[in-house]
């Protein structure tokens, strides 16, 4: 995003009281809304647990205007945009983004639904055992139980102590007492009063003035509801508590009081906490052999109460009393300083991030309505916290602020001349795709330019993938991804994501973002993959099966390889190529060197995976107790036409696929299918998870719809199938596509071998579909023509299944 992005969005309530915050972004590709409402969990009827979760879910049900096949799900879906929301205690948030043609139409369908639930019985009852099924799955997760664990040390009165969650004891749909407080808590928030909308776009701002009106007409108008307060976070005087698993510590402040700033104040505190720069608080720790990690996050919010949490992994000698003495002292430290240069970088930091945000990003921090920076009032509220926090005044430890974040700074321009386009770079291997010149013979040179993308745009994105003779042992792929810890964070927060990826044998580091620290970052990322010198454990967040599916499917699409502990020897046998895209030629230039720098052989031949005709079966487990299924079917060929068809048949899939698993069949509450490409490889790829469901069962549920594709295509009438596929081919033009996506699908059309100008054929192969083509790629898909790899927590079957080698 253009670095004139404004800093502050405009802001008005409207005539019937909703607030609107709405900000215009040029260079945005797509438009989001953000709808928050003032009232969640903690304002249900003491009765009736679970209610505004419930709610949540029935309003993305269909309406009398908008039945489930036409409504805000099913219509952002078509158009491939992203939609979600969320009960939080005091809030309930409702969000999506969508390419700026179809925008309006997504705010009439949220304003619609918000305002007119159908809430007949049978949409109850199936969204009830939707909502049971995740209470089920909540109940199971280790880590959903031990963060619920964390508000024991409260008082029993405070809310966060309750039940929230819903499930079919705590919704009784045949009560009518439930019925009235259902329709009374929709009638009492829903409406004008308790909500604010906010959008961003690149459209202009009259014209976001016009859509947020035309929101605001369909919702009932009403005033602001004050929610009650909440007691005391805790009942006595001691106003923090401790507990302690294993190596796990866990220490909670309770905060009474506090300022209306208090929120951007303990945004500001914890960032800094978290550092793990010398000289800081974790630094020491791991100095001292106390601890390993530390994170410290706000847990809530509301009233001028808070909770912070701060959490500690201990080393083996790690001992809770001293690492509590270490936080005191540092946080009295913290308190004596001039806090004018890190208030500086902090507010660097957050309008670098807001050059990088996508609409839904923006949109949702608008919401949020906070400070870009730390305010004079949010300095006053600093003050408050750190004192109800217990900073020492007489500071014991010798401690120093933070070093300056080197990725903030503004890079001085290279001396030397840039490289013009089509001119052979100076270091190894370097050529751009302007100089393919006919478009028609395959890429050499193991780095290339595009410039199927503009360079002349802030953004830019360097893929860099090693091929390697053996997979690394898991200690070392942790140390490597350890090691690159702090500076994805410092990168990160001047604009750039570092993402280092770990798959079987093939390794890939991936940089999308501002263009301006890219070559720095880029050299400090290699030096620290060709030097590691992490020693501390990266933390690895527990998840549900069907994310530990998908996290780990890339690696068995590869070839498996025997395992190296040895970095040295696999870099040596290492094969590497890359990609560039959006990078002018200076930050081209400037990366000259630490790209003749890249650590293995330059090598760009290379295939994607492929396994024709085969069924291949990998078992994962996950260690729930719960059944969880991916199903991967691949194009039939690597050629642009089956890519097409197969783009098509997941755009048409999506909706009828949810509606049959999940909403008709109740199979489970993981349920979608869509369109990926994994290792330059396209396919349609379907996931269930289900409490109950076995995963052979799943299998054949999902069979049986793909069964059912040719006659599901049959049924589109001509206008309405010519509809959809205009809508899908859309979503690939240049004006729509962001950035990070735009860049994603280059690199793997690279991989595929696909020519240069594949973002200009895909979408004109997608409108060469028609009826016939696509009942004949549906067929292909059917009989595994391109292969089928399933990836489950169950058993293989019998033929004509077989274990993937």
């Given at each position: ?299 809530y919010t509301f009233g001028g109460q808070a909770l912070m949490h701060v959490e500690f992994t201990l080393n083996a000698n790690g001992q809770p009393a001293a690492v509590r003495e270490f936080l005191s002292d540092w946080l009295g430290f913290f308190a004596r300083q001039d806090w004018s240069d890190l208030r500086d970088e902090y507010a660097a ?200 599916l998908l996290k780990t499917l890339p690696t068995h699409m590869l070839p498996r390889t025997t395992d190296s502990d040895d970095l040295q020897q696999l870099w040596s046998g290492a094969r590497w190529d890359g990609l560039g895209i959006g990078l002018s030629s200076q930050t081209q230039a400037a990366m000259g060197l630490a790209l003749s720098r ?208």
């Amino acid at each position: 995003m253009p670095a004139s992005n404004p800093p502050r969005p405009h802001t008005e309530t409207l005539a019937n009281g909703l607030r609107v915050t709405l900000r215009h972004a040029p260079d945005l590709k797509r438009a989001a809304a953000a709808l928050r409402v003032n009232a969640g969990s903690h304002d249900v009827p003491l009765a009736w647990p679970g209610l505004a979760h419930f709610l949540e879910h029935l309003l993305f049900l269909e309406t009398e205007r908008f039945p489930a096949n036409l409504g805000l799900m099913a219509y952002v879906q078509g158009h491939g945009g992203q939609l979600n929301a969320r009960t939080s205690e005091r809030t309930t948030d409702y969000f999506f983004e969508l390419p700026t043609q179809a925008f309006s139409a997504g705010l009439e369908r949220l304003s619609d639904m918000l305002a007119h639930p159908r809430m007949n019985p049978d949409d109850q009852q199936r969204e009830r055992e939707v909502l049971h099924a995740e209470f089920v799955a909540w109940s199971q997760d280790v880590a959903a139980q031990q963060k619920l664990a964390l508000f024991n040390g409260l008082s029993d009165a405070h809310p966060l102590r309750g039940f929230h969650a819903g499930n079919r004891d705590s919704l009784p749909l045949q009560q009518d007492e439930f019925q009235q407080a259902l329709k009374g808590f929709h009638q009492r928030f829903y409406q004008s009063g308790q909500m604010t909308l906010s959008l961003a776009g690149p459209q202009p701002l009259e014209e976001l003035k016009v859509l947020a009106q035309a929101f605001a007409d369909g919702i009932p108008q009403g005033s602001l509801v004050p929610q009650q307060a909440p007691v005391p976070l805790m009942g006595t005087v001691q106003k923090s508590y401790q507990q302690l698993n294993e190596r796990r510590l866990d220490l909670l402040f309770a905060l009474e009081a506090l300022p209306d700033s208090a929120s951007e104040a303990l945004a500001f505190l914890c960032h800094w906490l978290n550092a793990a720069k010398p000289g800081g608080l974790l630094a020491r720790l791991r100095t001292e052999g106390l601890a390993d990690n530390l994170k410290a996050a706000v847990l809530y919010t509301f009233g001028g109460q808070a909770l912070m949490h701060v959490e500690f992994t201990l080393n083996a000698n790690g001992q809770p009393a001293a690492v509590r003495e270490f936080l005191s002292d540092w946080l009295g430290f913290f308190a004596r300083q001039d806090w004018s240069d890190l208030r500086d970088e902090y507010a660097a930091l957050l309008q670098r991030q807001q050059q990088v945000s996508s609409a839904l990003q923006l949109a949702r921090l608008d919401c949020e309505q906070r400070e870009t920076g730390l305010s004079e009032q949010g300095v006053t509220a600093l003050k408050v916290i750190l004192q109800q926090l217990g900073a020492v005044d007489n500071v014991a430890g010798q401690w120093q602020l933070p070093t300056p974040n080197p990725f903030l700074r503004t890079a001085t321009p290279a001396s030397n001349a840039a490289l013009i386009r089509g001119q052979t770079s100076a270091h190894r291997g370097l050529r751009t795709f302007a100089q393919d010149r006919s478009r028609s013979r395959r890429e050499r040179s193991p780095m290339q330019f595009t410039q199927a993308l503009p360079d002349n745009r802030p953004e830019g994105a360097l893929y860099v993938r090693w091929r390697l003779d053996s997979a690394p042992q898991a200690s070392l792929r942790t140390r490597l991804e350890s090691s690159l810890q702090p500076l994805c964070e410092e990168a990160r927060q001047a604009g750039v994501e570092v993402s280092f990826n770990a798959t079987g044998n093939e390794w890939l580091l991936k940089m999308t973002g501002l263009q301006e620290p890219m070559p720095s970052v880029l050299e400090h990322a290699l030096k620290t993959l060709t030097t590691p010198d992490a020693q501390f454990p990266q933390d690895t967040p527990a998840l549900i099966p069907i994310r530990q599916l998908l996290k780990t499917l890339p690696t068995h699409m590869l070839p498996r390889t025997t395992d190296s502990d040895d970095l040295q020897q696999l870099w040596s046998g290492a094969r590497w190529d890359g990609l560039g895209i959006g990078l002018s030629s200076q930050t081209q230039a400037a990366m000259g060197l630490a790209l003749s720098r890249i650590p293995g052989t330059p090598d760009n031949q290379s295939t994607p995976p492929s396994i024709p005709g085969q069924r291949l079966w990998s078992t994962l487990d996950t260690g729930s107790s719960e059944h969880a299924l991916l199903l991967f079917c691949p194009t039939a060929s690597n050629d642009i036409a089956d890519e097409a068809a197969w783009r098509l048949l997941a755009h048409l899939c999506q909706t009828p696929f949810y509606q049959r698993l999940r909403v008709e069949l109740q199979l489970g509450y993981a349920v979608f299918s869509a369109l990926r490409q994994i290792h330059g490889q396209t396919g349609l790829l379907f996931g269930v998870q289900s409490p109950n469901v076995p995963a052979l069962d799943l299998l054949q549920h999902i069979e049986q719809f793909l069964n059912g594709l040719p006659q599901m295509i049959h049924g589109f009438d001509d206008a309405d199938f010519l509809a959809q596929r205009q809508v899908l081919a859309d979503q690939f033009a240049s004006n729509a596509l962001p950035f990070a996506q735009a860049a994603e699908l280059l690199w793997q059309g690279k991989l595929a071998g696909h020519s240069s100008d594949y973002l200009v054929q895909l979408p004109e192969a997608i409108l060469a579909v028609d009826r016939p083509m696509l009942i004949d790629a549906a067929t292909r898909l059917t009989q595994a023509v391109g292969g089928w790899r399933c990836l489950s927590t169950g058993a293989c079957p019998d033929s004509p299944w077989q274990t993937a080698p």
